[in-house]
């Protein structure tokens, strides 16, 4: 499956952007879904993820109440809605599929998609 990753851009402070994860090749209603993002000089991290059948979500402290992951398995997308946008999630955010173990461990999923940039300016 290929994933692609949309929806980045500049936002102020408070404001909202929506990331898109589309799938092509697979259905992606097949596999859970994580978002991971990385800041310069930093390690990628975990964001959200969510199960195949978006019955289960699951998020870093840092973004709880702020980001919220769904799909819609009929469009093979999966969303990232982000309110309350802060400086501090100004990075490189990445969607994967296909989870092999726990779904904060980058390592376990086997697709990945090019990121969206995402900067956040105070």
């Known amino acids: 499956v290929q994933l692609q990753a949309s929806g980045g851009g500049l936002v102020q402070a408070g404001g909202s952007l929506r990331l898109s994860c589309a799938a092509s090749?697979?259905?992606?209603?097949?596999?859970?879904v994580g978002w991971f993002r990385q800041a310069p000089g930093k390690e990628r991290e975990f964001v959200a993820a969510i199960t195949r059948s978006g019955g289960s979500t699951y998020y870093v402290d840092s973004v709880k109440g702020r980001f919220t992951i769904s799909r819609d398995n009929a469009k093979n997308t999966v969303y990232l809605q982000m309110n309350s946008l802060k400086p501090e999630d100004t990075a490189v955010y990445c969607c994967a599929a296909d989870l092999r173990g726990s779904y904060w461990d980058d390592s376990q999923y086997w697709y990945w998609g090019q990121g969206t940039l995402v900067t956040v300016s105070s």
């Open positions: 090749g697979r259905t992606l209603s097949t596999y859970a």
